[in-house]
């Protein structure tokens, strides 16, 4: 078996963009016709810059190899141009590459991903959804009370949530962030996080887990008068409340408070992850599969997490093809805690993908199909151009004012 071509795809995600502005997909075709899609989850370029990176990175190490030698091909890539070191443009396109060739290498043998990297260890996968809008597109006027600003809207969405069978629920009331973090809190912002977790917890009792999501603009003593104002509501964790540079500074909030630290959506590979684990810095792992290096690099870093008693709790602010791979990840892992869902994982958010998830009372049933368990949806796609200019992601490009 060989790989033999390479397709990218640049989609614009449909209001209401549940899961950012774009997905960047990809598909591998072998010469004897199986195929197999990966996607990229990359914001630090152009999403048609990433499918030409990605276009380059399979012509220089991936085609002509057996999809079976992802170890090999993925030290290639890892160390190309003398490099050896993690580069978040780099695994993003690595992570796509090489979860087409587990999808590829799934249908090859008639199993799931998940059977071929260590079998099936939960029968479900507990999920949890962000807190949207209920109706209307993900970025709502932050003039206007909202679900992000407004603690008892935010309350009234998350017993809807809990209602359809949801049993823990995220949200970030923590205030902006910008490219000039970490600060200190603003008082309105210690006020509103605190007031939040109140209203969400009064409204959903102990029926749900709250999530307490940041976006890591905190400083170390920052991130610890957040925390003090939220243990009384007793967070299932405090998700990357410092940036992600120093995995000291975060071990310190970690020692600081009682609720569980999380943290990973902006990491990659083995080492980085390794470093949060010697430090102490989280004890929930949050890797993103088109980010961290792919199916094979994720099953490391969980069996390293194994050591140290901490969990994994796969991110999904992407597309359908990256949340399929984290349901294979999360499936035969033993330390899974519980997968991040789109809400229910349909409707729109699916339009460009022809397969489905199970979703069921608030977990999501592994599938029993071959490789990923998702085909793309060429004409939906072609219909779904992105022809924007923001990044996936954008950061505040001033100081938050105190």
């Given amino acids: 078996m060989r790989l033999d071509k390479i397709e990218t795809f640049v989609v614009g995600n449909p209001p209401p963009r549940h899961g950012g502005q774009y997905f960047i997909f990809l598909r591998l075709t072998t010469a004897c016709g199986i195929t197999g899609v990966g996607e990229i989850y990359n914001a630090t370029f152009g999403p048609d810059l990433c499918a030409a990176m990605a276009v380059d990175v399979f012509i220089r190490q991936f085609?002509?190899?057996?999809?079976?030698?992802?170890?090999?091909?993925?030290?290639?890539?890892?160390?190309?141009?003398?490099?050896?070191?993690?580069?978040?443009?780099?695994?993003?396109?690595?992570?796509?590459?090489?979860?087409?060739?587990?999808?590829?290498?799934?249908?090859?043998?008639?199993?799931?991903?998940?059977?071929?990297?260590?079998?099936?260890?939960?029968?479900?996968?507990?999920?949890?959804?962000?807190?949207?809008?209920?109706?209307?597109?993900?970025?709502?006027?932050?003039?206007?009370?909202?679900?992000?600003?407004?603690?008892?809207?935010?309350?009234?969405?998350?017993?809807?949530?809990?209602?359809?069978?949801?049993?823990?629920?995220?949200?970030?009331?923590?205030?902006?962030?910008?490219?000039?973090?970490?600060?200190?809190?603003?008082?309105?912002?210690?006020?509103?996080?605190?007031?939040?977790?109140?209203?969400?917890?009064?409204?959903?009792?102990?029926?749900?887990?709250?999530?307490?999501?940041?976006?890591?603009?905190?400083?170390?003593?920052g991130a610890k008068r957040m925390a003090r104002r939220l243990e009384k509501y007793d967070p299932l964790w405090f998700e990357e409340p410092t940036t992600p540079e120093n995995p000291q500074d975060m071990a310190e909030i970690a020692r600081f408070t009682s609720i569980p630290v999380a943290t990973g959506e902006r990491l990659c590979t083995k080492h980085e992850f390794a470093r949060v684990l010697e430090a102490g810095g989280a004890s929930i792992l949050q890797m993103n599969l088109g980010r961290v290096g792919g199916l094979l690099e994720a099953k490391k870093i969980a069996g390293m997490a194994e050591t140290r008693q901490a969990q994994i709790a796969p991110h999904l602010y992407c597309g359908p093809v990256v949340a399929a791979a984290n349901i294979q990840i999360g499936t035969c892992c033993p330390n899974f805690l519980i997968l991040e869902s789109i809400g229910t994982l349909e409707g729109p958010y699916m339009s460009v993908v022809k397969s489905s998830f199970r979703w069921e009372d608030g977990y999501v049933i592994p599938p029993v199909i071959p490789g990923l368990g998702i085909e793309l949806d060429d004409e939906a796609i072609s219909k779904n151009p992105y022809t924007g200019r923001e990044l996936h992601l954008s950061m505040a490009q001033t100081p938050v004012v105190q």
Avoid at 89 to 99: A, D, F, P, R
Avoid at 152 to 181: N, R
Wanted: glycine residues 10%; negative net charge.
């Fill in 63 to 221: 085609e002509g190899n057996d999809p079976h030698h992802i170890e090999r091909m993925w030290r290639q890539t890892y160390g190309a141009g003398f490099t050896q070191r993690p580069d978040v443009t780099v695994m993003g396109v690595l992570s796509g590459l090489e979860m087409a060739c587990w999808d590829i290498i799934g249908k090859a043998a008639d199993k799931p991903v998940y059977e071929l990297l260590g079998g099936k260890v939960h029968e479900r996968l507990r999920s949890y959804t962000y807190l949207y809008p209920q109706a209307g597109d993900v970025y709502p006027d932050p003039a206007q009370p909202n679900v992000y600003n407004d603690p008892d809207m935010a309350a009234e969405v998350a017993l809807q949530a809990v209602e359809k069978g949801f049993t823990a629920v995220k949200f970030d009331p923590a205030g902006p962030y910008s490219i000039y973090d970490g600060h200190q809190p603003r008082l309105e912002d210690l006020e509103r996080g605190e007031q939040f977790c109140k209203r969400i917890r009064e409204a959903v009792g102990t029926r749900a887990d709250l999530l307490f999501g940041t976006h890591g603009q905190f400083t170390v003593s």
